[in-house]
Nanobody, 119 residues
Framework: VQLQASGGGSVQAGGSLRLSCAAS????????MGWYRQAPGEQRELVAV???????NVADSVKGRFTISRDNAKNTIYLQMNSLKPEDTAVYYC??????????????WGQGTLVTVSS
């Protein structure tokens, strides 16, 4: 099982980016899928999470600017980031709780994609 993240880049403050993360491989099911970020010298923090059934949670620091969405048919989540600020600069990681065909659940992480916002 692999998570492949894409869509990072450099943008000026106020701009937008859209991140994607696709799960591939052989597995039984996916529960929560989410985005975390880690800025230099900081701990990794939760940005947004999408759970089965459509429930989502978004960190207060990005609420109203970032939107998480999910395409279950494609095993993919997206993070639409609008009104970006320099403090959003970080490496963004996706993760997912995935069950193997034997029914064991495990959390997988993508490779990270860098988002740089300049003022």
């Amino acid at each position: 099982v692999q998570l492949q993240a894409s869509g990072g880049g450099s943008v000026q403050a106020g701009g937008s980016l859209r991140l994607s993360c696709a799960a591939s491989g052989i597995f039984f099911g996916i529960n929560a899928m989410g985005w975390y970020r880690q800025a230099p010298g900081e701990q990794r923090e939760l940005v947004a999470v999408s759970r089965n059934g459509g429930r989502t949670n978004v960190a207060d620091s990005v609420k109203g600017r970032f939107t998480i969405s999910r395409d279950n048919a494609k095993n993919t989540i997206y993070l639409q980031m609008n009104s970006l600020k320099p403090e959003d600069t970080a490496v963004y990681y996706c993760n997912a709780d995935i069950a193997s065909r034997s029914g064991l659940w495990r959390t997988y992480w993508g490779q990270g994609t860098l988002v740089t916002v300049s003022s």
